[in-house]
T-cell receptor, first 112, second 112 residues
Framework: DQQVKQNSPSLSVQEGRISILNCDYTNSMFDYFLWYKKYPAEGPTFLISISSIKDKNEDGRFTVFLNKSAKHLSLHIVPSQPGDSAVYFCAARNTGGFKTIFGAGTRLFVKA | EADIYQTPRYLVIGTGKKITLECSQTMGHDKMYWYQQDPGMELHLIHYSYGVNSTEKGDLSSESTVSRIRTEHFPLTLESARPSHTSQYLC???????????FGDGTRLSIL
């Protein structure tokens, strides 16, 4: 039972354009959401997060949007750079819970 | 920059061998985790620990065992490796609350 779904295994974007990575979740108890970035042969690194009391959080080129009614979040990268090419994992948890549930990841290719 | 280390990075070994995957962190984090990940799939939690002498099984059933005798050290052991154990194993740690997890670079395990 996949509680966090990333339905696009891969995404290809031209350098300088916007990258939009999507994530859906099923558990309404989730109230904290995170995005991690993973390069080959390295572990995931934390990128940005959002609490369910917000609908947007921005950090430089990265913005995460949360739509609680649709149980959907998205990560926007503007402008995209070749160094952004990596696998992006969406993750969710409920505050006070111990477990973080991860999606299967979306591989982003940014073409120069 | 996260200070969490996993050894070995790669291991190819025959069936029936006993294996210990090492994980150490220097951040003083109470919580530590082991995840198993196959290519293109989600990270599945197999073990976690709240602190010293605390270990719990995760969502994905695993024949491995863990121990937490010291805060900084969270090794994972397979008593008798089988080809079905072939996977990537990621260790992570976190502090309290909603702080994100810091991941090691993983151990890629292949059982022949």
């Amino acid at each position: 039972d996949q509680q966090v779904k990333q339905n696009s295994p891969s995404l290809s974007v031209q350098e300088g354009r916007i990258s939009i990575l999507n994530c859906d979740y099923t558990n309404s108890m989730f109230d904290y959401f995170l995005w991690y970035k993973k390069y080959p042969a390295e572990g995931p690194t934390f990128l940005i997060s959002i609490s369910s009391i917000k609908d947007k959080n921005e950090d430089g080129r990265f913005t995460v949007f949360l739509n609680k009614s649709a149980k959907h979040l998205s990560l926007h990268i503007v402008p995209s750079q070749p160094g952004d090419s990596a696998v992006y994992f969406c993750a969710a948890r409920n505050t006070g819970g111990f477990k973080t549930i991860f999606g299967a990841g979306t591989r982003l290719f940014v073409k120069a | 920059e996260a200070d969490i280390y996993q050894t070995p990075r790669y291991l190819v070994i025959g069936t029936g061998k006993k294996i210990t995957l090492e994980c150490s962190q220097t951040m003083g984090h109470d919580k530590m985790y082991w995840y198993q990940q196959d290519p293109g799939m989600e990270l599945h939690l197999i073990h976690y620990s709240y602190g010293v002498n605390s270990t719990e099984k995760g969502d994905l059933s695993s024949e491995s065992t863990v121990s937490r005798i010291r805060t900084e050290h969270f090794p994972l052991t397979l008593e008798s490796a089988r080809p079905s154990h072939t996977s990537q194993y990621l260790c992570a740690s976190s502090s309290t609350g909603n702080q994100p997890q810091h991941f090691g670079d993983g151990t890629r395990l292949s059982i022949l």
